[in-house]
Nanobody, 125 residues
Framework: QVQLVESGGGLVQPGGSLRLSCVASGSIFSIYAMGWYRQAPGNQRELVAAITSGGTTNYADSVKGRFTISRDNAKNTVYLQMNSLKPEDTAVYYC???????????????????WGQGTQVTVSS
């Protein structure tokens, strides 16, 4: 089984910064795409940013120029650097991994759409 564990959330004042991390574990050979989603109370979960193993990135318009996604393929880890945070960035942030190739006995399989447990980010004065 694959597990995703997020860290780095917390309370920050408007204009401040936070860095989220997500580590994937579980006999993993490779992961095609990793990303961050968020869900605020009463809202649907939305894409924040995503990155492929080749480094192609995609950002929500609301975070462009403020957030930066990066990954360390050797460590199966994805990061989200969040700068100039606004109160509207307050949400639970979830890590997602897609296209995971992992070992099963003497062979390997591909799995899709794994999620972390979420980490709370609160932007408030």
């Amino acid at each position: 089984q694959v597990q995703l564990v997020e860290s780095g959330g917390g309370l920050v004042q408007p204009g401040g910064s936070l860095r989220l991390s997500c580590v994937a574990s579980g006999s993993i050979f490779s992961i095609y795409a990793m990303g961050w989603y968020r869900q605020a109370p009463g809202n649907q979960r939305e894409l924040v940013a995503a990155i492929t193993s080749g480094g192609t990135t995609n950002y929500a318009d609301s975070v462009k120029g403020r957030f930066t996604i990066s990954r360390d393929n050797a460590k199966n880890t994805v990061y989200l650097q969040m700068n100039s945070l606004k109160p509207e960035d307050t949400a639970v942030y979830y890590c997602n991994a897609d296209g995971i190739r992992r070992a099963v006995g003497v062979t390997s399989i591909y799995e899709w759409d794994y999620w972390g447990q979420g980490t709370q980010v609160t932007v408030s004065s």
